[in-house]
């Protein structure tokens, strides 16, 4: 038998070549190829991922500012691969978490309307540093991922040559200036999630009213002038807000924004200062003010009088000593020296002599930076307060003991259409011009034999709208209304109106037949009606029509000035 020509195991070996390079040019191609795809979409869902973060880290932040409690979330730095047999993947994805300087926040040209707080916000220009935080990923292979960052109360995506915002702007919002600013130093690199917890520096929910010609917020800024013009396009004037003008308003330049608000107007600031991080920073005293101060006392009579410690974000700062004097020696201030408790504030108790001849004026002065009784005092510095307490002969006007915090403001005029022109509080220049029902002749809500006052529409006259105006409002940075009354309130409405009668406020009495005190706190609206008129106008209101006779018993409405 012949062999030689017998081909057979060269033709199984040729195959076997071939099969192994076509596995090997298929794992090649698996390799560069589908796997670098299939990485890419887990470092783009990582990056989605990162970004939802940065936003609940901007949450936090303003939930911080605002509540003064901690709201930690977790950013996760890197992302893992999936695992594979025979392809092979590159090391884990990682990115870095860190801060970095943001810059200044500044408010230009602003002024408090309360006298002792402008003696701090006089107009000067007062401007807060503050750091942004930015996660910068270090992938394999989706090379065109953005930079996220917060900064100046936004979160945005920052690409090369432009940033385009994840979130809504909250530093104007109406006529609320919202300061938030970022201290503290982080910095965290690798794979692993990283818990960012922001701590309150200086924080809570109180504003100050403020207002200035020129007023105007300016910020250090990546975005650009386009994106602003969007985040704030519905606050515009124009469009019910308060930036001044057309787009000329928000203009950005060499990386500042600024933000030209309407002049003369006022304006509710509201400021916070939030750590993360090590090295975070604490505030310090820096203006003092009247809570509750004393105007007039009668001869023998004490009044309290409570003053605030507050920092630059006009929040209050406890363990600051402050010191106070009276000029006269027949009166007294105690305690002559007090530490501001937990709220910021402290407590004296100022004595008027027992008896004087006529009506007198003392001063009392109280400081934080040292002698009240120093001869330069003037009480025009943001560390210091003068009082000046009228003291009057017992039955020569107003005082006495003790004292109502905050103040309280009654209605003086009434206007309650039952035809009679005769009555002490009778005045057709309160709005409604012509209401239907009827009030009660009475002074401070009650009527003048004592009893309830009583608001009554009849069966057939389907309408009740009685009105009352509060005159002489001092200016306060917050007003609430009380009301005490029994009836169906929930068939009447209390409106707050302006001088002609336009609506500002509306609000629905709620319960049936049953005592009830209603506290509603005045809207930006009707605060600044207020505030810059010194009025307040009030109507009741039957709620819908129908034949439903509807009686109100009202004890006393009220006015505090907080």
Known sequence: MRFRDDRRAAALQVGAVLLLGILVIG????????VPDQNERVEFTHSQQVQ???QDVRNGILR???????????????????????????????????????????????????????DYWNGTNRSYATQRLSYTPDYSVYQSAPRTVYDDTVTYNEFDGESRALTDQRLLEGNLIYVVALNGSLGRSGTDAVSVSPTPVSASSRTVAVNGS???????????????????????????????????????SDGTLTVDLVSNRTYRLRMAK??????????????????????????????RVVLEVRDAYNNPVSGVTVNASVNRSDASI??????SDGEGRVVYEYGAPTSVGDTRVDGVNFTFAGSATRANFSGEEPESVRLNVTVVPPGGGSGGSGGAEPRLEYPDVFHDGDGNPNEDFEDATIPPSDPEGFLSNFENMQAADGETATVVSSWFDNDLDVGTATRDVPAAEEYTLEINYTGRGNKVDVVIVDDENRELQRVRLDNENS?????????????????NNGTLYVRYEKRGGGQDFVLIEINYQRLRLN
Request: glycine content about 8%.
């Open 64 to 118: 911080t500012a605002a509540a003064e409690r901690t709201s930690p979330t977790t950013v996760p730095l890197g992302t893992r691969y999936p695992p594979r047999l025979v392809a092979v993947n590159p090391p884990p994805s990682s990115g870095r978490l860190a801060t970095d300087s943001g810059g200044e926040m500044t408010l230009v040209n602003a002024t408090a309307i309360n006298d002792e707080t402008a």
């Open 27 to 34: 794992l090649a191609l698996y390799q560069a190829t589908v």
């Open 515 to 531: 005592l009830t005190e209603t506290t509603i706190t005045l809207d930006s609206s009707a605060s600044e009606y207020v505030r």
């Open 214 to 252: 020129d007023i105007a917020i300016e910020v250090a800024t990546d975005l650009s002038e386009d994106e602003w013009e969007r985040l704030l396009a519905d606050q515009y004037e124009r469009n019910g807000g308060r930036i001044d003008g057309n787009a000329s308003g928000v203009r950005v």
């Open 274 to 303: 939030v750590g993360v991080g090590t090295g975070v920073t604490d505030t310090s005293e820096s203006y003092l003010t009247v809570v509750d101060g004393a105007d007039s006392v009668t001869a023998g009579g004490t009044r």
């Open 334 to 339: 105690s305690p002559t020296r007090a530490v």
């Open 52 to 54: 939802e973060s940065l």
